[in-house]
């Protein structure tokens, strides 16, 4: 089955403690992405990455790593985190031809206190 | 800035009472124009992409049309199980994704 597995799913963390969140794709997609969802401001992009190796920054990627060593997987990394970083994280991957449709993750609820 | 605003927020519709959601963009330079479905709880789902004005999709209820400033989201005869947010998203040519903040739909029966 295609699909976009994200762990963990939910998470509760205090200020500073470094985390990572796993993102891994079966589809063989070059791109993928990481956003984040938050009341009244919809999702917006934190970081992409169009193949291995290659990543670039989106619209909101302070405080935020990724990397992107195998084409499946792309990691997002919090070294510090801060309680404004408490929201809904997806993940997401899309092959890049065609209709670039993106295929999203289940999504992972992130508290920082 | 590339942006995107969708409206209405919220819509309720009583089942079989035809409607649009709107999606107005500014982009740099458009790759492409995606709409979104997501149910409570979900990811978002893939519903259309569109490339240029003038271009239509359908699929079942749902009809998807492009000019170069908006996008129309039609929906026909809805029915209860349509209720969901829908998102609308723009591609620039640097390969970001923008999105709206959705409109959330909820069909009566």
């Known amino acids: 089955e295609a699909q976009v597995t994200q762990n963990p799913r939910y998470l509760i963390t205090v200020t500073g403690k470094k985390l990572t969140v796993t993102c891994s794709q079966n589809?063989?997609?070059?791109?993928m992405s990481w956003y984040r969802q938050d009341p009244g401001l919809g999702l917006r992009q934190i970081y992409y990455s169009m193949n291995v190796e290659v990543t670039d920054k989106g619209d909101v990627p302070e405080g935020y790593k990724v990397s992107r060593k195998e084409k499946r997987n792309f990691p997002l990394i919090l070294e510090s985190p801060s309680p404004n970083q408490t929201s809904l994280y997806f993940c997401?991957?899309?092959?890049?031809?065609?209709?670039?449709?993106?295929?999203f993750g289940p999504g992972t609820r992130l508290t920082v206190t | 800035e590339d942006q995107v605003t969708q409206s209405p927020e919220a819509l309720r519709l009583q089942e079989g009472e035809s409607s649009s959601l709107n999606c107005s963009y500014t982009v740099s330079g458009l790759r492409g124009l995606f709409w979104y479905r997501q149910d409570p709880g979900k990811g978002p789902e893939f519903l259309f992409t569109l490339y240029s004005a003038g271009e239509e999709k359908e699929k079942e209820r749902l009809k998807a049309t492009l000019t170069k400033k908006e996008s129309f989201l039609h929906i026909t005869a809805p029915k209860p199980e349509d209720s969901a947010t829908y998102l609308c998203?723009?591609?620039?040519?640097?390969?970001?994704?923008?999105f709206g903040t959705g409109t959330s739909l909820t069909v009566i029966p």
């Open positions: 589809m063989n997609h070059e791109y």
């Open positions: 997401a991957s899309s092959s890049w031809t065609g209709r670039r449709e993106q295929y």
């Open positions: 998203a723009v591609l620039n040519t640097g390969n970001q994704f923008y």
